[in-house]
């Protein structure tokens, strides 16, 4: 289903599935965010500005939710992408302690030892 409120027309609908359809190799939270994206780029919500955006996904492969947004900001679909890009190198360090948290380092420690800048 892809969907929203004060759509500018059919063709972001369009554009929304059509982007999810094309990125079916990539994970789940990609697709979405590209969904989101398409969507925005074929015309969004036309006259009103943009100011939120959130993706959230409950998988049954991983042991964490993915619930991330963006309120109250100009480009809020850009900032979604910037908050899931940083926080999507840390998803293995989330679910490695939601499943063993007494054998899981310090944040800083396994991002470190992942080669990730925190």
């Known amino acids: 289903v892809a969907m929203g409120n004060g ?11 059509s982007a999810f359809e ?4 990539e994970v789940l939270d990609e697709r ?11 015309g969004g919500q036309g006259h009103l500005a943009e100011r939120s955006a959130g993706v ?4 049954s492969q991983r ?6 947004r963006v309120d109250v900001h100009e480009s809020a679909v850009d900032e979604l992408r910037r908050v899931y890009a940083a926080y ?14 007494h054998n899981t380092p310090a944040q800083e420690t396994w991002a470190r030892e992942q080669g990730i800048d925190a």
Do not use: C, K
């Not at 042991?63 to 991330?68: F, H, I, M, W």
């Open 7 to 17: 759509l500018a027309g059919p063709q972001v609908v369009q554009a929304m599935a």
């Open 22 to 25: 094309a990125s079916e190799a």
């Open 32 to 42: 979405l965010l590209g969904a989101i994206e398409a969507g925005r780029d074929a």
């Open 56 to 59: 959230m996904v409950y998988d």
């Open 63 to 68: 042991n964490v939710p993915l619930d991330l």
């Open 88 to 101: 999507a190198p840390y998803i293995p360090y989330y679910e490695t302690r939601a499943g063993e948290p």
